[in-house]
Nanobody
């Protein structure tokens, strides 16, 4: 059975940092691209960052470029999202997604990030 669980969310002041983690198991992690999405209050879910199965070619939403960094460790089947200089508009429920061509898609339940003074 697959397992995808996000952690590391919380309350942080503007300008602060958080490091989200996504732990996965139950599927061939190293064959999947991994992505972080977020859903802000009243908004649709949006892509934040994605990284290829081998750890190359990270891509970011324009709104987080230069502030967020996605990384993965295939040996530990984990993905991280380092978030720096957080702003109130980054407040959202952050989700981890595993996807690969012709393969089932797996989502986690999300971790809440709140940026407020």
């Amino acid at each position: 059975q697959f397992y995808v669980e996000e952690s590391g969310g919380g309350l942080v002041q503007p300008g602060g940092s958080l490091r989200l983690a996504c732990a996965a198991s139950g599927f061939s992690f190293s064959n999947y691209d991994m992505a972080w999405f977020r859903q802000r209050p009243g908004k649709d879910r949006e892509l934040v960052a994605v990284i290829s199965s081998t750890g190359g070619s990270p891509r970011y939403a324009e709104s987080v470029k230069g502030r967020f960094t996605i990384s993965r460790d295939n040996a530990k089947t984990t993905v991280h999202l380092q978030m720096n200089n957080l702003q109130p508009e980054d407040t959202a429920l952050y989700f981890c997604k595993a996807h690969g061509a012709g393969r089932p898609i797996y989502w986690g339940q999300g971790t809440q990030v709140t940026v407020s003074s």
